[in-house]
């Protein structure tokens, strides 16, 4: 469980209004359409880590943003792809159930690439699941406006969104309108949470998606599917400070070379990166220990499943 210290979102200063308003927003789509970006963006803090490698999430993060009249509770789901593994299936079964258990979904495609097969798979899953939903098209700044009303026209014809909401989470361009238009819809209610409570990913969990992060950023394509960080090791002295020792695990041999690097210099470059973004995030120094361990198969094993946050139910 996370509980630290955030920049403030653009209108947390709004004057207060007499009604109230709480719920959970699910932030869905296709692998890679910019669902971690936008959550950080929205929740004015970075809890969801952040590639261009595809699948990058893996579990379910819920974060709050609050303002003085609403809280609203974002779960970033993983990206709803075609499952290889035991891990993979209880990706996508996560992120279908996230669909019926929110009070609002913000089902996100990305404005140059339109709507694709993965595109057309999620809008089902939501049809079926009948909850009220969003289209946040990202990515704008990247799409051509004569492009845009064309692509909001084709999506109003392919379900009954409540609204549909063009934005950057890059360059947060949309956003205000988006955030105002969510913390309308949710139902009123108290708030839900502690002030202080941030995220619910448990703090050896989010100190080992910093490390992956890391490994995602710095190596090959072949890499990071196959890549997992474990924490078992996590301590604080008398001053304060953090020791962190941490497991990578890798599916073959020769990505254990590739990690490791020629004379340990691409691990020592992924702990480096890894201690400083810990220290950020925890808000004092951190020493960290990274070991790297093939474990064959392990995408299938539920008990690394479990350990690693991703709850398997087979």
Known sequence: MIRHQRTTPPDAAAPARATFRSGFVALSGRPNVGKSTLLNRLVGSKVSIVSPIAQ???????????TLDS???YLDTPGVHKPQFRMNREM???????????DL????IEGPEGFGPGDAYVLRLLQEARTPAYLIINKIDALGRKALLPLMAEAAKRHAWD?????SA???????????AIRRRIPEGGPLFPEDFLSDLPERLALGELIREQVLLRTREEIPHSTAVMVEDLQRNAKGEVRVGATVFVDRDSQKGILIG?????LKAIGSAARQAMASSLGTPVHLS?????????????????????VTTE
């Open 71 to 73: 809280e609203v509770i």
């Open 170 to 180: 890059l360059s947060g361009e949309g956003c205000d309108e988006l955030t105002a």
């Open 262 to 266: 020629r004379g340990g210099e691409m």
């Open 290 to 310: 990274l070991w790297v361990k093939v474990k064959k198969n392990w995408r299938d094993d539920p008990a690394v499943l479990r350990l690693l946050g991703i």
């Open 56 to 66: 990058t999430t893996r579990m379910i993060v819920r974060a709050v943003a609050r």
């Open 105 to 108: 979904v913000g089902l996100m």
């Open 163 to 167: 609204e549909i909401f063009p934005v």
């Open 92 to 102: 996508v079964r996560l992120a279908r159930a996230a669909l019926a258990e929110v």
